[in-house]
């Protein structure tokens, strides 16, 4: 099969493009990755992404000389590509100004939204019972977040020929604006390759990593612990994530039983599948149409609210055989839906057109 060319572009959030890049290598699927992000993050891997800035600068005149020299590499690479695919946003200008350059080049379009991104807050306090606390939180750290900035984007893109790809992101997406898209799982991979440890029978490891604690229930995770060992629960220990270098984080996760993830979005991310990858027991709360519309039935994380974590845990940590089968659940689910070969078969599909997409019905 000759496979179209494929221009990546955007951020590379949780490693997806360099990810995804990594699935395209292995099918032989022709591609560029370039991001403009300034931030270029540390706990990142970019080594099938090019940077347009080497480093993160605060001084305008280095920054707009990169810039510059980017937009002559992006020129040249869209005169290469069949398809063009962003992820999250293309991230050279502020205002998109960048977007009327796409329309010179008639090629296939997508947007790949991934969370924050798209994510309007008023269809979540309208399906998710969880959200309306942590969003209203002086803390939560997604602010820029709303209705206006969710259809903003959507409109932008959609405006210069572009389809639009989600994960679970689907209910966020405007039928008036988009009225089809595609659900593909994002590709993810373990960069470290840490030992791995197998479900522990005793003194059960369970971790929580605080990345956005607000966002992510962590006050909830650790009132549920504490509920643990009032209750006498002694064989598990539980280890909270945070002010330790990438390798230490990995190690931990490869060492860990159980991850407790994100418990108010409503969904799980590249975290949860990472440790899917590695066989961990992850726990999330995940709403029920994300599982039945796009998870699937057979998802192995196992879900929890707020409410009921600590009663979900103290039944995992006294079933070795369950953790043992849900583990084995884990490794399977990752291989088929986020191994970075099998998304990029489903994308290849998107692309060509081999499957159809989802009619939006959601006009928000």
Request: glycine letters at 4%; aromatic letters at 12%; one cysteine or more.
């Amino acid at each position: 099969m000759k496979y179209p060319k494929v221009l990546l572009l955007g951020y590379n959030f949780a490693s997806v493009m360099n990810s995804l890049a990594i699935g395209f290598e292995e099918l032989g699927v022709p591609y560029k990755a370039l991001s403009f992000d300034l931030y270029v993050s540390k706990i990142n891997q970019y080594s099938h992404v090019e940077c347009v800035y080497p480093r993160t600068f605060s001084d305008k005149l280095r920054i707009n000389w990169y810039r510059a020299k980017g937009l002559v590499k992006l020129v040249r690479y869209l005169a290469w590509c069949d398809v063009i695919h962003i992820f999250y946003d293309t991230a050279i200008t502020g205002g998109r100004k960048e977007l009327a350059l796409f329309r010179l080049f008639k090629k296939k379009k997508y947007i790949n939204f991934i969370g924050s991104d798209v994510r309007n807050p008023n269809v979540s306090l309208a399906v998710n019972p969880y959200f309306a606390d942590a969003f209203h939180d002086p803390g939560y750290e997604y602010k820029q977040e709303s209705e206006e900035a969710s259809n903003k984007i959507q409109s932008d893109y959609a405006n210069e020929g572009f389809e639009a790809i989600h994960w679970a992101t689907d209910i966020y997406n405007n039928a008036s604006i988009f009225k089809h898209y595609y659900n593909v799982p994002l590709a993810a991979v373990n960069h470290h390759s840490p030992k791995n440890r197998e479900q522990a029978k005793d003194d059960v490891l369970i971790i929580h990593s605080p990345t956005a604690p607000v966002a992510k229930g962590t006050q909830h995770v650790m009132k549920a612990i504490e509920t643990l060992r009032a209750r006498n629960i002694t064989n598990f220990r539980f280890q909270l994530l945070k002010d330790i270098s990438n390798d230490q984080y990995q190690q931990l996760v490869a060492d860990a039983d159980i991850l407790v993830d994100q418990m108010i979005w409503g969904g799980y991310g590249i975290a949860s599948v990472q440790a899917l990858a590695l066989g961990k027991v992850v726990v999330c709360y995940l709403l029920p149409q994300r599982v039945n519309e796009v998870y699937g039935k057979d998802c192995p994380v196992v879900n929890a609210n707020i409410d009921d974590l600590a009663d979900v845990l103290e039944e995992l940590i006294g079933n070795f055989e369950k953790r043992k089968e849900i583990s084995k659940q884990s490794v399977e689910y990752y291989r088929r839906m986020h191994s970075p070969a099998e998304v990029a078969r489903h994308l290849v599909a998107v692309y060509t057109g081999t499957i159809k997409p989802t009619i939006a019905t959601n006009v928000i």
